[in-house]
């Protein structure tokens, strides 16, 4: 059975920095793509940033330069460093693990698009909070 548990998330204030953790059992992630997802109160989700099994790692524009997504494998935590909050930041964020590594692409907006067949990663934490305040 995996399982994903989100930890790090909080209320800062804008131009602060947090750093997310999702612990993972039930399987290594080195196998896995993982992603960091976030949505906020009516919006759609969106996918802010992601490794693939080979460690190559996407970010939604939105948060390059600001945001660091890195893994420990021996831990089996993925991690979300984020620097530089901005209030749009504020929303409730998700770590998600992928098996079928295959599937592409790694992050959108909305519902999963075409090229993924309509599918959405195949394991979900239950998310952790950050607010940012101006």
């Known amino acids: 059975q995996v399982q994903l548990v989100e930890s790090g998330g909080g209320s800062v204030q804008a131009g602060g920095s947090l750093r997310l953790s999702c612990a993972a059992s039930?399987?290594?992630?080195?196998?896995?793509?993982m992603g960091w997802f976030r949505q906020a109160p009516g919006k759609e989700r969106e996918g802010v940033a992601a490794i693939d099994s080979d460690g190559i790692i996407t970010y939604a524009d939105s948060v390059k330069g600001r945001f660091t997504i890195s893994k420990d494998s021996a831990k089996n935590t993925l991690y979300l460093q984020m620097n530089s909050l901005k209030p749009e930041d504020t929303a409730m964020y998700y770590c998600?693990?992928?098996?079928?590594?295959?599937?592409?692409?790694?992050?959108?907006?909305?519902?999963?698009?075409?090229?993924?067949?309509?599918?959405?990663?195949?394991?979900w934490g239950q998310g952790t909070q950050v607010t940012v305040s101006s």
């Open positions: 039930g399987y290594t992630y080195r196998s896995y793509c």
């Open positions: 998600a693990a992928d098996s079928r590594t295959y599937l592409r692409p790694l992050l959108w907006v909305g519902p999963p698009p075409p090229t993924r067949g309509g599918l959405t990663y195949n394991y």
